[in-house]
């Protein structure tokens, strides 16, 4: 019995195949479109937009200071220097 392993063809994935190919070309074109058709709606949310990304970063950023410090643990001598 005789096999032939280099014959066979691995799958490629679907962002490597022409479908993946054409439905970005259309996604760009349609990104292009809403953007020069709805720029002045978008520039004029653009204030609010910074606004709403100020507690976004907020809850974002701080999210590695949920067990570093100290506070409420009662070892305050520790964290403040001594009294």
């Known amino acids: ?23 970005l070309v259309i996604g760009a074109v349609a990104g292009y479109f809403l953007l020069t058709e709805h720029t002045a709606h978008v520039l004029g949310a653009l204030p609010y937009l910074l606004f709403l990304a100020c507690p976004l970063m907020h809850l974002f950023m701080h999210r590695g200071h949920s067990g570093n ?13 001594p009294r």
């Open 1 to 23: 019995m005789k096999h032939d392993y280099g014959m066979h063809e691995i799958p490629s994935g679907f962002w490597r195949s022409r479908y993946a190919v054409g439905l």
């Open 69 to 81: 410090d100290e506070h409420g643990t009662g070892n305050q001598e520790n964290s403040h220097g």
